[in-house]
Structures are given as structure tokens and as C-alpha cells.
């Protein structure tokens, strides 16, 4: 086992950091997928609601 002193010092504030870190990670974890489902429905419903697209999508039969 070597007896030379760590050549870093531990930083302060690493603890914190680390721990906003984890807490975005979680959020985006949980979130994100609610977050790209929402804007899925977002944009169909704006295409339904889009006259234009709907009488496009119509067969002219």
C-alpha cells in the first residue's frame, strides 16, 4: 500500500452535485416519456382539428 499523500483533494460541494444530478435524472426518468406522449397527442389533435388536412385525407370517390 503506497504511503504518498492523494494528489486531488475531494472537491466541495461534489455531494450536492451529485445529488441534483440524480434528482434531474429521475425527473427526465419519469417525465420524458409523459412529456413525448403529451406532445404526440398535441400534434394529432391539431391535425384533426386542421380542416384542411381532413378534407385532403378524404378519398374524392
Do not use: D, F, K, Q
Not at 22 to 49: E, M, N, Q, S, Y
Amino acid at each position: 500500500m503506497s504511503t504518498h499523500p492523494p494528489t486531488c483533494a475531494p472537491r466541495e460541494g461534489a455531494g450536492a452535485l451529485t445529488a441534483v444530478a440524480a434528482a434531474v435524472r429521475t425527473v427526465w426518468c419519469c417525465a420524458g416519456p409523459l412529456i413525448v406522449g403529451g406532445a404526440g397527442l398535441g400534434i394529432t389533435g391539431a391535425a384533426l382539428h386542421n380542416a384542411w388536412l381532413v378534407t385532403v385525407g378524404r378519398s374524392s370517390s
